[in-house]
């Protein structure tokens, strides 16, 4: 099973920028699809973005509109979510995902996915 542990979250204003890092371990990291999922008080969980490790393909939900980039170390099996021009509605506890079959499929985001813990992100006004 894979081991997952997220750091990165804080408190922003809007329009600023975290950082999001999310460090595998427990599988072949090569092997992995990893996303971001987040979850807002009183909504559904949702897909913000996800890598394909093995041939790098991206996805990004509609909401990020270019702001949030998703990249791997693959050195450090290390994935990461930048998140620019942050507004208060990406408030959530965000949190990380991996999955060490579904590239095989030809998945970008995690089918069936080990969990982390979860970091807060809180953006104000």
């Known amino acids: 099973e894979v081991q997952l542990v997220e750091s990165g979250g804080g408190l922003v204003q809007a329009g600023g920028s975290l950082r999001l890092s999310c460090a595998a371990s427990?599988?072949?990291?090569?092997?992995?699809?990893i996303g971001w999922f987040r979850r807002a008080p009183g909504k559904e969980r949702e897909a913000v973005s996800c890598?394909?490790?093995?041939?790098?393909?991206?996805y990004y939900g509609n909401f990020v509109k270019g702001r949030f980039t998703i990249s791997s170390d693959n050195a450090k099996n290390t994935v990461y979510l930048q998140m620019n021009n942050l507004e208060p509605e990406d408030t959530a506890v965000y949190y990380c995902?991996?999955?060490?079959?579904?590239?095989?499929?030809?998945?970008?985001?995690?089918?069936?996915?080990?969990w982390g813990q979860g970091t807060q992100v809180t953006v104000s006004s």
């Open positions: 427990g599988s072949t990291f090569d092997d992995l699809t």
């Open positions: 995902a991996a999955d060490p079959k579904s590239a095989n499929y030809g998945a970008t985001c995690p089918l069936v996915a080990s």
């Open positions: 890598i394909n490790i093995p041939n790098g393909n991206t």
